[in-house]
C-alpha cells in the first residue's frame, strides 16, 4: 500500500480537550509527510537510545507495506507531539518505533497512535500486532500490556547495546474495532 493510500485510511475517532502546556488544543493523527521528517527525527534523537535518522525515517515512506503516522495539533498541522511507524506485513502488524515529545507525554498520544495502528491492522485482516520493547523501558511495557499485548518471547542482546527486549503481541482475532475508541 503506497503512502497515498494510507491517507484513504479511516481516521481515528477526534479525541476533543488535548491540551498543550501553552494552553488548549486539539490533536489529530495523519500520515506523515516529507515536511515532518526532519522535526519526527529530531525527537527521536532526544528520546530514543537507538534513534533513526531522517533518512531512514524518510525511507519508510517508500515502502508499500510501512505506515508512518504523526499526531500534529490542529490549528496549524505543523506541531508534532507524536510519531508511530508500523509495517502491514502479511498478516501482522509490526510496531517498528514510536515516541511521544517528553512536554507531551501523559496525554493519551502512544496510546491513540496505537488504536488507529490496530485500527488499519483490523482493516487489513491481520491477525496480530508483534513489536518488540526493551526490558527496562518500563513505561512502554505498562503502555502495551494496557492495551491487552503480553509477553511472548525474551530476546537476548537485542539491541546493539547489548539489552535485552521482550516480544510483545496483541492477538487481533476477534477483535471489534469498535470498542477501541
Ligand atoms: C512510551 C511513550 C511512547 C508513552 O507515550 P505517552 O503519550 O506519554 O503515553 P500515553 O499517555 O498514551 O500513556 C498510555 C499508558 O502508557 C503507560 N505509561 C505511559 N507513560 C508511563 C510512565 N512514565 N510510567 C508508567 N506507565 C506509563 C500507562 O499505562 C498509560 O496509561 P494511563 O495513562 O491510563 O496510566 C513515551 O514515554 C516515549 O516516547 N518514550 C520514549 C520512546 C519509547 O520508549 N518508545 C517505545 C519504544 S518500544
Redesign the pocket.
Known amino acids: 500500500m503506497s503512502q497515498s493510500d494510507v491517507k484513504n485510511a479511516p481516521p481515528e475517532t477526534p479525541t476533543p480537550n488535548s491540551t498543550t502546556p501553552e494552553g488548549s488544543a486539539t490533536w489529530s493523527i495523519r500520515p506523515a509527510s516529507e515536511d515532518d521528517v526532519q522535526k519526527v527525527s529530531e525527537i527521536d534523537h532526544q528520546?530514543?537510545p537507538s534513534f533513526w535518522t531522517a533518512q531512514q525515517f524518510a525511507e519508510e515512506m517508500n515502502k508499500p507495506y510501512s505506515r508512518f503516522l504523526v499526531v500534529t495539533d490542529d490549528e496549524t498541522d505543523e506541531l508534532i507531539s507524536?510519531y508511530l511507524v508500523f509495517w502491514i506485513f502479511l498478516d501482522e502488524v509490526q510496531v517498528h518505533?514510536?515516541?511521544?515529545a517528553p512536554s507531551?507525554?501523559?496525554?493519551?498520544?502512544?496510546?491513540r497512535l496505537l488504536k488507529q495502528a490496530i485500527r488499519e491492522g483490523l482493516q487489513a485482516n491481520c491477525r496480530q500486532v508483534s513489536?518488540e520493547?526493551?526490558k527496562g523501558?518500563?513505561?512502554?511495557i505498562?503502555?502495551y500490556q494496557?492495551l491487552g499485548f503480553t509477553i511472548t518471547q525474551v530476546r537476548k542482546g537485542f539491541y546493539t547495546d547489548g539489552e535485552d527486549a521482550y516480544q510483545m503481541c496483541l492477538s487481533l482475532i476477534g477483535k471489534d474495532p469498535f470498542q477501541l475508541d
Open positions: 528520546i530514543q507524536g518505533t514510536i515516541g511521544v507531551f507525554r501523559g496525554q493519551g498520544f502512544a496510546k513489536l520493547v526493551r523501558n518500563l513505561a512502554a505498562q503502555l494496557g
